[in-house]
Structures are given as C-alpha cells and as structure tokens.
C-alpha cells in the first residue's frame, strides 16, 4: 500500500535560510539511506503573511515499512543525530501526515 507523507513545517520569522541549510544537510543523510527522493516534493507558499515562514514537503512511499525501515537507519545514523538538535532553533512547529491515495 502506497503511502504519501506530508510535513507542515512553520519556522521562526528570521531563521529560513538557517532552515533552508539544516534541510540540505538532512536530504542529503536521508538520501544516503534510501529516501526515495524521486517522489519528493518541497514547496513553500507564494503569499500570505505568517504562511511565508512555512516549509511543505510530501515524499510517496512504497509502504509504510519501507518508510520505517529508512526512519530506523536515520536514528541510528551519528551525523542525523547530531543534526535533529539544531532544529529546535529554527522550529515553531511541525506537523506530519499520513496519507493513502484514493483510486
């Protein structure tokens, strides 16, 4: 069963381009790992006051135990680790879905 994963992610005014580093160095871990970067899909909204701090990404996974096998690789990957902390400084919240596509 196909999987799409959407994150809504909402940065501190002042720290986007922070952020914007910290999600290439992520891509670039999580695409060591198998991320099937392929189906991946970043955006960020054209307008709309608070909504320009906002980061949106969706990834199509082939099944939800290919996404946990690549979620348990980046847990345990030492350089992953040391980059999920710097997050915290640029966060104002972020929230993921889960989605299956309809026929």
Request: no cysteine.
């Amino acid at each position: 069963m196909k999987v799409i994963q959407r994150g809504v992610m909402k940065i501190v005014p002042g720290k986007m381009a922070e952020a914007m580093e910290l999600q290439a160095k992520h891509m670039a871990i999580v695409g060591r790992h198998g991320m099937p970067l392929t189906t991946m899909r970043s955006y960020r909204p054209l307008f709309g006051g608070e909504y320009m701090h906002t980061l949106i990404f969706e990834v199509e996974w082939d099944s939800l135990a290919a996404m946990e096998d690549l979620f348990d690789k980046m847990m345990a990957d030492p350089e992953m680790q040391a980059l999920m902390p710097k997050w915290d400084a640029v966060l104002e919240s972020h929230v993921v879905e889960l989605n299956v596509p309809m026929p």
